[in-house]
């Protein structure tokens, strides 16, 4: 069975950080690119931040650039992404998701209803 379980969101501070961590089993994450995805109160799921299967390529929605790094580590079957100077506007479940194939990170994050598996989501709260 496929699980995707994600973890490290929280209660945060304007400015502060949090690194979240999407574990998978039941898979080799080696074939899969993975992306996070975000969905506010009343808003769309977005594309925050994607990986391609060999984690060469990697994309970031305009919002997160600059802010936020996505990373992967296969052998733990293990894909993080480290977000630093969190602003309100950032508050959201959070999910990690995968897709098997060679796709590349920006297709990725634009078609969140193509990926194959996907994580109950983590809670981000920036707020003071």
């Known amino acids: 069975q496929v699980q995707l379980v994600e973890s490290g969101g929280g209660l945060v501070q304007p400015g502060g950080s949090l690194r979240l961590s999407c574990v998978a089993s039941?898979?080799?994450?080696?074939?899969?690119?993975i992306g996070w995805f975000r969905q506010a109160p009343g808003k769309e799921r977005e594309g925050v931040s994607c990986i391609s299967s060999s984690g060469g390529d990697t994309h970031y929605a305009d919002s997160v650039k600059g802010r936020f790094t996505i990373s992967r580590d296969n052998a733990k079957n293990t894909v993080y992404l480290q977000m630093n100077s969190l602003k309100p506007d950032d508050t959201a479940v959070y999910y990690c998701?995968?897709?098997?194939?060679?796709?590349?990170?920006?297709?990725?994050?634009?078609?969140?209803?193509?990926?194959?598996?996907w994580g109950r989501g983590t809670l981000v709260t920036v707020s003071s």
């Open positions: 039941g898979l080799t994450l080696d074939y899969y690119a």
């Open positions: 998701a995968s897709g098997r194939g060679d796709r590349s990170s920006r297709w990725t994050c634009g078609n969140y209803h193509a990926m194959d598996y």
